[in-house]
Each structure stands twice: as structure tokens, then as C-alpha cells.
């Protein structure tokens, strides 16, 4: 749970992608932890959060990161004329379908037919969307989380009987406590970082970010001006290079906290790494920035890992991703075939 709390949440869209991003920050992690960890023991859980994509929290994160996106409140008039639906049918919807979560884990179908009864046929049948976004209101304040799925479909529980109560939070209040999450995982950064990370409005991103206030320190990286948490500040300063060669899984965090990602990788390699639909590659970092993209197939013949790079390695560094491919042979099984292109 400390590893998800400091990374501030693994990217979920894709359950076997959260499952890695915990795999290349955890040393033995043992294959199904994830689902043991969100579906039995309950310390985390999945719902709506950054840039209103899934994400795997600690439970006290959800409300936290959904308050600082600007709550339930941050729906407006237009976003609702988008649905053609009326606030006061807006907020019928939102309530009856709070009404309905409970611990037992629901379908979109089956909450729908719920909410249909209480509210009408024309209500319920707006939660069917695979978007969710009649959904994400509740799991912006935290009342909403997801259960675990049945079938291959999503279902949803109410927070407060799947975890127990956690901390009510105001935009006000959230706002400050996720930009020092923000900076204490990808700091130094700038606001329109911040902003672009956690998909937030641009008046929510100005309050939130006052340097003396929150203790933060401004720094330059390349000529620009950028901002890291003043107690932070020291150990960068004496951080030594780091040119081990890892493997991130695909839509990993690490890619995802700067607009400007020249520090990772070039703009030659930019539609390798950030495809077309939204889709992030697995990528091979060396020294913290992307050295080539690899994909996996686990098979009948066991685990075929092709790894594709953008530079020549030393033997150091190739040596490194191999010890990499086979650390990833041991969490979802062999034999391995590697091949290096």
C-alpha cells in the first residue's frame, strides 16, 4: 500500500497494467496480490481519479484526489446541456443511485434496473454507459468505489460499506494535500504539469498552488522555472546518477507527470511511446529515461518478450535488462524466450 500511496495511485484502465506498475516498484511480488489486495483484504481500491481514468488508491486517496478535481461540484451547466439533462434531473439521478450502493457489488445493468425504479426507466438507463460518467460524481466525493468484477464486467459497491468511512475532504482543503502528493513523486514540476496530470480546472489548479504556503521550493530545470517540496530539496541536489536499465509495464505512472516529456524521450520517439487512443507503451528505461519499448505474450510455449531499442546498450546495461526479462519470467511464468531488436 506504501508503494501505491507514493507513486499517488496505479493507472488502471487495464488490470494486467496496475498490476505491473506494482510488479517493477515491488521486489517479489507474487502474481494475484493485486486482486488480493482490492477484492479480500480491501487495502486498496479501484475507482475514477486522475484525468477521470481508473486507477488503483489506498482508500483514503480516493475522496482525496476526487475533491481536489473539484468534487461533485465540478459538473457544470454546460457539461450537463452536453447530456441535455437538467441539474434538478442531475441531482435525482446522483441521489438515487447513492441510495442504491451498498456492499453488495452491482452490475451497470443491475444498478440501472434499481435506479430505474426509484428514479424512472429515463435515469437508470443513463448509468449504462461504459464511460461511467453518471458514475464518476459519486466517485469524485468518495461515495463510489468499484467492486470486484464478475464475468468480465465492472461492478460498484458504496465506499463507506466496502472500506468503512474515510476523511470528508472540500476542494479547498484537497487541493493543497494532492499537489504535495503531485511534487513528492514527480517534482521538480510546473502547474501546467500539475494541471495536465491530474485533469483538474485551471481556477482549482491556481489555488492550490501557493509555493509559500505549502513549503514549496522553486527551482530551474533547462531555463525553466519548476517547484519541488522544500523538505525534498537537499536530497536532489545530492542524488547521484542512476543508470540502471528497468521495465515499466504499459500506461506506467512514470511516463505520466509532465507535459513536456523531453526528459524522457525525443521527439523522434514520442508516437513510439504515446500512441494513437491514448495507449502508453511498456517502456525500457535507462538512467530514468526510455531507451526502447517491449511487449509480451504469455503462450503455450511460455512468456516471448520482444524488447525494441532506441540505443545500443553496454554490456552493463544489457545484462541488466535481461536479469529484468527474467525477474518478469518469475511473476508470470516460463520458460522465457527474449529477444532483443
Known sequence: MATV????????????????????????????????????????????????????????????????????DAFPANWLQYYKMTRTEFDALIEATRSVLSAEPLTRAELAERVAAMAGPALGARLLSSWGEFLKPLSREGALVNGPPRRGQATFVSAEAWIGTQKRWTPAAAAPEALRRYLAAWGPAARADYLRWLGMRVGAARLAWEPDALGLAEVSVDGRPAWVRAEDLQE???????????????????????????????????????????????????????????????????????????????AAGRRQLKAEAERLEAFLGGPLALTIA
Open 5 to 72: 500511496r507514493a507513486v499517488v495511485g496505479l493507472q488502471a484502465q487495464v488490470a494486467s497494467a496496475a498490476e505491473l506498475m506494482l510488479w517493477a516498484r515491488t521486489e517479489e511480488l507474487q502474481r494475484g496480490a493485486l486482486d488480493h489486495l482490492l477484492w479480500e483484504s480491501r487495502k486498496l481500491v479501484k475507482t475514477w481519479a486522475m484525468r477521470g481514468t481508473l486507477h488503483v488508491l489506498p482508500p483514503a486517496d480516493a475522496g482525496l484526489l476526487g475533491a481536489a478535481r473539484g468534487g461533485y
Open 236 to 314: 536532489l541536489l545530492e542524488a547521484a546518477p542512476d543508470n540502471r536499465v528497468r521495465l515499466l509495464g504499459p500506461f506506467d505512472t512514470w511516463l505520466l507527470g509532465h507535459v513536456d516529456r523531453s526528459h524522457l524521450f525525443t521527439a523522434a520517439q514520442r508516437p513510439l511511446v504515446s500512441r494513437t487512443a491514448g495507449w502508453i507503451s511498456a517502456v525500457v528505461l535507462r538512467g530514468g529515461r526510455v531507451a526502447g519499448t517491449w511487449t509480451y505474450r504469455k503462450g503455450g510455449r511460455g512468456l516471448e518478450v520482444a524488447v525494441t531499442l532506441f540505443e545500443s546498450l553496454p
